[in-house]
């Protein structure tokens, strides 16, 4: 469960957060779209405990051990091994990296290769894979698709989709650029512009192409 | 026996930090690089019928050590940086004194390796004899070296993520380290000199000082520094 209360923060005279509030809960995906500059990072960050907003207050159930983070920044060290990574992550969860999440994500043959040597979707795998290492009851998703293929951005959301899915739903936060990709993971979509949500409720099963109309209108 | 939780986490960093130089050894080698290149350039440079080698020494030995404890620490946390991996440490469930102590343990054994590797080779190039002082002379370096890498651990954090954080760690941390080289230079000499340690006792009580005041400090304000 995740909990947002009237944030507020602004970046000297930039408002990122301006008065945003929303839950999310358990087996629910929340894909926020907006352009570039309109807070969704900082939205991000916020909840997971990176910034601290001057107003409101941001609430993950379970705290910072609940919460798993995967961006267009993989959180890896290069010179480490995959297998290597993933143990020390796991370290600071006080995890052992359970023993089928490398066949899970296809890595299996890569474990004993250092991260330097993988490809960018290998790398988002990885970056996968470390983020579920502690299997956190809620994921916070910041540009995942960013600088994959078509078809590395489909493994992506199969991925993404069978975490959201599995052990009675997690709590999922998705924020992009690219409606395309996002909205197929979506149970809820928000559009944001300026720091305020202008649009927040269920997809309702509306495909990629009206979602994106809709998005195109709100933030016009 | 399981250690304690915050003991685990900074091990875990330490290592983690440890594993990835040994793999890439690109800090090391350029510090001990650094080191003999600056020992030999004394060598040749110094006059030794104006100077005494073992007056000279231990000031060469601290410059020499202090800079090259500079080019190590700028690493600390640029490893940090490369895929955003502090956004990561600074997410998960531990202690932001554990990443400072996890760091400063590396950068320490990091340091001390530099430093055995100078060390011989100043006695060698200025054919000065520390055998028989190794052991009072361990006690200084390694009193001097836990207060400028604690100082520069801190100030690598505090820089990391500006455009000129090598320069800057240069600028910001060299009057901090100005005390514990002073100290140790001065309590090197007469060490060196065949001196006993009750004559160095006072360097020795001010280096300790400075180490657990800034060790101190540090862990006080490392969670402001690494905080957005």
């Known amino acids: 469960m995740l909990l947002a209360e009237q944030l507020h923060h602004s970046f000297g005279a930039v408002k990122a957060l301006d008065g945003i509030s929303f839950s999310v809960r358990p087996g629910q995906t929340l894909a926020i779209f907006g352009p570039n500059g309109a807070g969704k990072t900082t939205l991000l960050k916020v909840l997971a405990g990176l910034i601290r907003p001057q107003k409101g207050r941001a609430h993950v159930e379970g705290g910072r051990r609940a919460i798993g983070w995967i961006g267009h920044q993989a959180q890896l060290y290069n010179q480490l091994t995959v297998r290597e990574n993933l143990r020390f992550w796991a370290s600071l969860y006080d995890v052992v990296p359970p023993p089928e999440l490398l066949a899970r994500l296809g890595l299996e043959e890569h474990a004993d290769r250092p991260v330097r040597a993988l490809s960018r979707g290998l790398v988002q795998r990885v970056a996968i894979a470390r983020a579920l290492v502690h299997d956190p009851a809620v994921l916070l998703l910041d540009e995942p698709f960013t600088g994959l293929d078509r078809t590395a951005a489909e493994t992506l959301g199969r991925l993404l989709a069978q975490h959201a899915d599995a052990g009675g739903g997690r709590a999922t936060v998705l924020v992009t650029h690219n409606v395309e990709e996002g909205t197929g993971l979506a149970t809820d979509v928000a559009f944001m512009r300026a720091g305020r949500f202008v649009h927040f409720g269920p997809r309702a099963g509306r495909g990629a192409q009206q979602v994106s109309e809709e998005y195109r209108n709100a933030i016009a | ?228």
Do not use: C
Request: glycine residues 4%; hydrophobic residues 60%.
């Open chain 2, 1 to 228: 026996m399981r250690l304690p939780e915050p003991l685990r986490h900074t091990w875990a960093v330490a290592s983690k930090d440890l594993l990835i130089e040994f793999r890439s050894r690109t800090a090391i080698i350029s510090a001990a690089m650094f080191v003999v290149l600056v020992l030999l350039v004394f060598t040749f440079a110094r006059d030794p019928t104006a100077v005494a080698a073992i007056d000279l020494a231990p000031s060469i030995l601290w410059v020499t050590l202090t800079f090259a404890a500079v080019l190590a620490l700028n690493r600390a946390f640029q490893l940090e940086l490369e895929n955003q991996a502090l956004d990561g440490l600074l997410l998960a469930p531990i202690g932001r004194s554990s990443i400072y102590l996890g760091k400063l343990i590396a950068n320490l054994l990091f340091v001390g390796t530099v430093e055995l590797i100078g060390v011989p080779l100043l006695a060698l190039f200025f054919n000065i004899s520390v055998w028989p002082y190794a052991a009072p002379l361990a006690l200084v370096i390694v009193l001097a070296t836990v207060g400028f890498v604690s100082v520069g651990t801190l100030f690598s954090a505090m820089t990391v993520r500006t455009r000129v954080s090598e320069l800057l760690l240069a600028v910001l941390v060299l009057p901090f380290m100005i005390p514990p080289l002073m100290w140790a230079a001065r309590a090197t000499g007469p060490l060196l000199a065949g001196r006993p340690l009750s004559d160095i006792t006072g360097w020795l009580k001010m280096l300790a000082a400075y180490d657990i005041v800034f060790v101190g400090l540090a862990l006080l304000l490392f969670p402001a520094t690494v905080n957005e």
